[in-house]
């Protein structure tokens, strides 16, 4: 099995998010006493992340995880709060991203007798055995994998951004510098982040619409006048 493990991604946490969002504003080290605070940005960042769950229902039991392939390698550790039940695996280095196929151990071994035999390339069907990922093909490179599934534990804490995928992520930060600016009487720079934030919303919104349809057996056709 592979030392490689999924991790909570590059904005792993809320501090990470409040970081970014002070590299965008760059006016030096966010605290207590600049402007705005530290602790302004964590709410607003808190205020886009509860519009996320509103507008596409994130819930703190289901949450996303993050992974690197290595070259040749097919067995992966799961992470350590992956409960038993469905699980989605997504390839997303690409900005298209292909969702793996997910198969039970018995029709895994089925179609993949010796995985270790099958040539390398990028990964496109997944099961779980004996608490491990396997993967087909073995990786043919360095793929950037994301695992949605539901985890044990306790509730989180509002500061909790685990549940949130990390392209979302960024879009709260894109809403928290726009609040940020604004709060300057930047208005230029606030009206930026404001149209990117919301265009964002606006795109992953028809997206998800469009895979519900899909899932439906639907297929959304263009409007011809």
Known sequence: MSGVSFNAGTLADIDDCV??????INRGTLSSTSKPTSTEVQNWLIRAKQELMDTFGFTWSRVFAYMDTTAGEYRYALPLDFAEGGFII???????GTTLTVLDPVSFDRLFPDVEDEASAAPTYATIKDRE?????PAGGTYRLQIEY???GDDSTT???SYIPELMRFRMCDYATYRSFAALQMWNDAQVYKAEWELALR??????????????GYKI???IV
Do not use: G
């Open 150 to 152: 539901l985890r044990s």
């Open 133 to 137: 990922l396997w993967l087909s093909a």
């Open 221 to 223: 056709r263009p409007f």
């Open 19 to 24: 970081t970014h969002v002070q590299s965008n």
């Open 159 to 161: 500061t909790d951004i």
């Open 203 to 216: 795109k992953s919104n028809r997206r998800d619409k469009k895979k519900r349809w899909s899932a439906l």
């Open 90 to 96: 997504r390839e997303t280095t690409t900005s298209q």
